[in-house]
């Protein structure tokens, strides 16, 4: 049976009902996009309701007390902003926890009707607030932690004449004021509220009050201003015990995680969960130093990024000194805590890195500013480097390992150099009951040293100054110590009659008080090691592979005890005269060693300045580094050792 060809009506329908089936594909597809495109509540309405449920949370408990009214006009105004925020919830646009929150605006407003308690009034306005926030976001934290110096510049110039230079509402002007200013000294006040509420009053202002908005001002300089208030109910005194528990404590460091926690939670709520004397003490120390809050996550450099960007503002707005400041802070605040972990994953990375900040320090304080942009673009790709070599998938057990054992042994060699050749030469000497001075002196470092990790663990943080210059003071101790000591064992190699000067001068030469200066300069030595090592054990350790660790620093005990132990067997069989000149030029070396990166080390610390010198190289194994303040300090230890050894050989040759 043969088909007939098909009508062209029929093409025509089926072409039809073909567009209307891609039509209804287009609506289907576009309507959940069309139904997310519906008006977005504007933020600033939301935040109008959310100040007016956290004034009512505050104030309304100075309006009724057990069931009475007792302020009148606080009481109206308590009805009114009831009722002005179930007004504002019913007009924000429709999402699926409106109707909950007409709901809790209503109860709201009956509670305040019915004469409800302040905390009964207060807990339904603050779980309002955050089920508003939850279901009209809005902007509720800074992006960058506030300066609390400039909050208290912006309130000295703004808002003093009225609140009080110290907050208590006392101000020039306050008596002119109907009603008075609030006094932010009031501790019970100020627990209730958050910085965010006191944000939200610096933006909008408070109706029927002659507190004025400030939204001409930067959000920056409102979050400033926000926080400079919140720390004036809180003393000085609170603020130093709130750094103490702050650094102690991690779980509390968690409880306060972000500086969108920090500005959101208020004393009161945070003192629900560790007590209130010890919420108000934390609350003191972060409100003034809310960058506390910022912990960089491991491998970040988003300090550094930061305060490098904030000095070339500086330098660009003609500040050189403010510029020159952010750049120390930007290696002691940002580099130097990653700077342990990134030598142990690329040492040549972390050299070139430290070493072209160090040479940005020198140039800010007279190159152009465009040319110091050009220096940041380039650290800047370093940067991204660091942080991939940071990263926790570019760690690995071997890195770990071989990081752990790397820096032992760099720096227990020179303490263990100093240290064996202390008690070869009391051998030597015949002296053996002088030995525990020395043995006394490395062990009590040890002991230090770990005293030294307990406290930087669970009291106080270690900070990128102190690291320098406990290192910087420590090396150049040592290579004055040194100095002296090789100069005097330099002297006895040219002596003729070794045994005859060992039986009648070395009572003498040993005395009590040589014996505890052999204790402090072993103390020094392998103190000074210890420190830069355990900060060193404690950066790996955050990175993980524990295991690893322990086996890379096993290994280099193994080989140091190795060392020391064939250095001993061979300084046995060294003629004395012999002895004396290899340990002389040994105590020589490491004065040089340690001059130079005692210097470099305050010049990281920013006590001592820099004065790059372009192309000349960096060693840091003998404390070679390019700047004319090391490099001199350097010469000046080789001319005195040149004019002691000369001095040595002169008295050495018969008249």
Known sequence: MSSSPPRSGDNAANAFHAF???????????????????????????????????????????????????????????????????AKIAALPAEPQRAALVSGAARLET????????????????????????????????????????????????????????????????A???????????????????????YQV?????????????????????????????????????????????KSDPQLRQRVPDLKTLVGLTPQALGTKIGQPKADAVMAYLRRTPDAVIAQAPGSLSVVRERMAQSLAASKAGDRKRAGELALSAYLDGFEP?????????????????????????????????????????????????????????GSAVSTFLGAATILLREGLEALLIVVAMIAFLRKAERTEVMPYVHAGWIGALVAGFVTWVIATWAIGISGASRELTEGFGSLLAAVVLLSVGIWMHGKAQADQWQKYIREKMAQALSGRSAWFLFGLAFVVVY??????????????????????????????????????????????????????????????????????????????????????????????????PTIQTVAAQAAMVVALVIGFGWNRRRAQPA
């Open 202 to 246: 610096v933006t909008q202002g408070l109706d029927g009050t002659p507190m004025r908005s400030f939204d001409e001002l930067p959000s920056s300089d409102r979050w400033a201003l926000a926080l400079y208030v919140g720390h004036f109910a809180f003393s000085d005194a609170a603020a130093k015990e709130g750094e103490r528990l702050w």
């Open 20 to 86: 209307l089936s891609l039509i209804a594909l287009l609506c289907a597809i576009i309507a959940p996009t069309a139904a997310q495109a519906a008006p977005a509540a504007d933020p600033r309405e939301v935040q109008t309701i959310w100040r007016l449920l956290d004034y009512m949370a505050v104030d309304y408990g100075g309006a009724v007390e057990r069931g009475k009214i007792t302020n009148a006009s606080e009481y109206a105004e308590q009805k009114e902003f009831a009722a002005t925020v179930s």
């Open 338 to 394: 990653i700077e342990p972990t990134l030598r142990a994953r690329d040492a040549t990375l972390m050299t070139h890195i430290e070493g072209l900040m160090i040479e940005y320090r020198a140039a800010v304080q007279s190159e152009d500013p465009d040319l110091l942009a050009e220096r940041q673009q380039v650290l800047g790709t370093l940067y991204d480097d660091a942080e991939a070599a940071l990263s926790p998938n570019a």
């Open 528 to 625: 000074r090691e210890v420190f830069e090592t355990i900060l060193f054990y404690a950066a790996l350790t955050a990175q993980g592979n524990g295991g690893a660790m322990l086996a890379g620093a096993l290994s280099a005990c193994v080989v140091l005890a190795a060392i020391a132990w064939a250095l001993l067997r061979y300084s046995r069989s060294l003629p004395i005269g012999t002895f004396f000149t290899y340990s002389s030029w040994l105590m020589a070396v490491l004065t040089v060693v340690l001059a130079g990166k005692g210097v470099a080390a305050l010049q990281e610390a920013g006590i001592v300045d820099i004065v790059p010198l372009p192309s000349f190289p960096r060693i840091d194994l003998v404390g070679l580094f």
């Open 111 to 174: 509670a305040i009707a019915s004469k409800a308690d302040g905390s009964s009034v207060s807990d339904i306005a603050h779980s309002l607030g955050n089920a508003l926030l939850e279901a009209y976001p809005v902007p509720l934290a800074p992006n960058t932690p506030p300066a609390f110096g400039r909050g208290q510049a912006l309130y000295n110039d703004n808002c003093a004449s009225c609140h009080g230079v110290t907050g208590d509402g006392r101000g020039p002007d306050a």
């Open 176 to 198: 002119k004021l109907n009603p008075p200013p609030i006094a932010f000294v009031d501790a019970q006040r100020a627990r209730e509220r958050s910085v965010f509420a006191l």
